[in-house]
C-alpha cells in the first residue's frame, strides 16, 4: 500500500550534521505511522525515531534524544531525520518504515513497509 525510499546518507565527522529523507507514495501516507531504525554491520536492526499521524510526541531512543528530529511533511508525502551532533557510534544503514496498525513502536514487526536503507558513516 506504501513504498519508501530513502536518500540523504553519506559520510561525516564527529559533531557534524546530516538530514535522511524517506520519500512515500502509494496511499494516503499522512494517516501512517512512521519510523526510523538503523542497524550496524552483524547486529540487530534497532528502533531510533517514530512518530504517528497524530500531533503527539515523537519518540526517541535515549541514544539520540536532544541530538535527532523527527518529522514529516503529509503534503510531499516525506518524513526526515535530522541528525545533529553525529557519532562514530551512530554509524549504520539507517531505514524508514511505516505502518497503518497499532503496534509497540519500538519494535520491528510493527512496520510492514520498509525503505531500501541509506547508509551513515561517522568519521573520528
Known amino acids: 500500500q506504501v513504498q519508501l525510499k530513502e536518500s540523504g546518507g553519506g559520510t561525516v565527522q564527529a559533531g557534524g550534521s546530516l538530514r535522511l529523507s524517506c520519500a512515500a507514495s502509494g496511499s494516503t501516507f499522512s494517516r501512517y505511522r512512521v519510523a526510523w531504525f538503523r542497524q550496524r554491520p552483524g547486529t540487530d536492526r534497532w528502533f531510533v525515531a517514530a512518530?504517528?499521524?497524530?500531533?503527539?510526541?515523537?519518540f526517541y531512543t535515549d541514544l539520540v534524544k536532544g541530538r535527532f528530529t523527527i518529522s514529516r511533511d503529509n503534503v510531499n508525502n516525506t518524513v526526515h531525520l535530522q541528525m545533529n551532533s553525529l557519532k562514530p557510534e551512530d554509524t549504520a544503514v539507517y531505514y524508514c518504515?511505516?505502518?497503518?496498525?497499532?503496534?509497540?513502536?519500538?519494535?520491528?514487526?510493527?512496520?510492514?513497509?520498509w525503505g531500501q536503507g541509506t547508509q551513515v558513516t561517522v568519521s573520528s
Open positions: 512518530m504517528d499521524w497524530r500531533d503527539r510526541e515523537p
Open positions: 518504515a511505516a505502518t497503518s496498525s497499532a503496534g509497540y513502536y519500538r519494535a520491528q514487526a510493527t512496520y510492514g513497509y
